[in-house]
């Protein structure tokens, strides 16, 4: 069993709500995202999202957006990125699942970054512009390494869509709670309930539901329904916030012990 699957199966032995947190390689510095996935993993967080810095976008709200541009202005890449992982993994105990565009990826090549990724200690990879209809071949190349595909489902993705991407992914699927760009909300999108009994109408996956949750309370809503909670954009906040002090990663650590009620 990999360590997404591990991670997802003691939470629901535990009854408990899973946390996903995601940031930007390279934003601050990739030295400092070192620090800060210490830091994430000692303070609570289930499993930790590594975003490639991206120049072109699609589903990356504004915050996000800055991010990545500190990052790409830092020098940070898809390679340096992994360069980093693969440094600090010993230190993490949390899975880590790699978010990236398809362009970074066959600019290093498929199997040049399927090989570095898993040298590297990521656990799953997510590209969030590869479509299902044509993800099978780069699917079976990250099986082989034991690396996990992970799917993005929205609103509107059709029941066919569904199951394709449970047959597909595995670790866990990633649930778009809203349609439009990541980015913190006051409230949960009213419709997430119906969605998520829809995809598990057709998959035993394990869900995580993601875009514009940014507190305690969201965190609890979510796991009336799903796996785990996805906290993006303001995580990112916070890195943007505090970004130029020492404590950066602790500052950040403290938002995760926040998010999931454990005392400070």
């Known amino acids: 069993m990999g360590r997404l699957a591990d991670t997802f199966a003691r939470l629901r032995a535990r009854d408990e709500p899973g946390l996903v947190a995601y940031v930007t390689a390279g934003d601050p510095t990739l030295a400092r995202t070192s620090e800060i996935l210490v830091s994430l993993s000692q303070n609570g967080a289930d499993v930790i999202e590594v975003g490639v810095p991206f120049s072109d976008p699609l589903a990356d709200g504004p915050v ?32 880590i699942v790699l978010f990236s565009y398809a362009n970074p990826i066959l600019r290093m090549g498929e199997d040049a970054f ?19 209809e044509e993800a099978a071949s780069f699917r079976g190349q990250l099986v082989e390494r034991d690396l996990d595909p992970v799917f ?40 997430v309930e119906p969605l998520v009994r829809r995809i598990r109408a057709q998959s035993s996956l394990p869900l995580a539901l993601g875009f514009g949750i940014s507190t305690p309370e969201h965190v609890a809503a979510v796991s009336r329904w799903a796996d785990a909670a996805v906290v993006g954009s303001a995580l990112v906040s916070v890195i943007a916030e505090h970004g130029a002090s020492s404590d950066v990663a602790a500052r950040a650590g403290a938002y995760v012990r926040w998010l999931k009620g454990q005392p400070s």
């Open 64 to 95: 996000i957006q800055r991010a990545s541009e500190r990052a790409l202005a830092g020098g940070a890449t898809l390679r340096r990125a992994l360069d980093m992982i693969r440094e600090t993994r010993a230190r993490i105990a949390s899975p």
């Open 152 to 191: 993005l489902l929205s609103p509107t993705t059709t029941d066919v869509r569904i199951r394709a991407a449970a047959e597909l992914g595995r670790g866990f699927l990633y649930v778009i709670s809203r349609l439009g760009v990541t980015g913190v909300r006051d409230q949960l999108a009213a419709d």
């Open 114 to 132: 399927v090989r570095t990724a898993a040298a590297a200690g990521v656990d799953g990879v997510l590209v969030l512009d590869l479509p299902i």
